[in-house]
């Protein structure tokens, strides 16, 4: 999929299905395998642009919050942007510099 956007093909209902599946197989993994149903608390969250979708798309499947299209898509472009950064920079510089980025920005879709 990432391949596919860095061509400029950015399918949001493959990403959303491909996010969507992954988060639905960690959450029953996780319940299966303690025998309890566990409320998740993230302290420090991880804000790459797939961290952030997949946190997103989540809340879509947990709590019917339905994400718009164009943050899938405003999303997934910033991943191929990030993914650029650690080839050129590094992971760990990569994300310094998302993180300064992002500063207090909480809206995907904003321009």
Same mark, same amino acid.
């Given at each position: ?8 093909? =950015?399918?949001? !209902? ?13 959450? $029953? ?9 566990? *409320?998740?608390?993230?302290?420090? @969250?991880?804000?790459?642009? @797939?961290?952030?979708?997949? &946190?997103? =798309?989540?809340? $879509? *499947? ?6 718009? !299209?164009?943050? *899938? ?10 993914? !650029?950064? =650690?080839? $050129?920079?590094?992971? $760990? ?10 500063? !207090?920005?909480?809206?995907?879709? &904003?321009?």
């Amino acid at each position: 999929m990432t391949a596919r956007g860095r061509l400029g093909r =950015i399918e949001v !209902d493959e990403w959303r299905r491909g996010l969507e599946e992954g988060v639905r197989t960690e959450i $029953e993994e996780y319940l299966r395998g303690k025998g309890f149903e566990v *409320v998740r608390r993230d302290v420090d @969250l991880s804000c790459t642009p @797939l961290d952030m979708l997949r &946190s997103m =798309i989540r809340e $879509e *499947v947990l709590e019917g919050k339905m994400v718009p !299209d164009e943050t *899938v898509r405003r999303l997934v472009e910033y991943h191929l942007r990030f993914t !650029d950064l =650690i080839l $050129e920079k590094g992971r $760990e510089e990569a994300y310094r510099m998302w993180k300064n980025f992002m500063g !207090d920005w909480n809206d995907p879709t &904003s321009s």
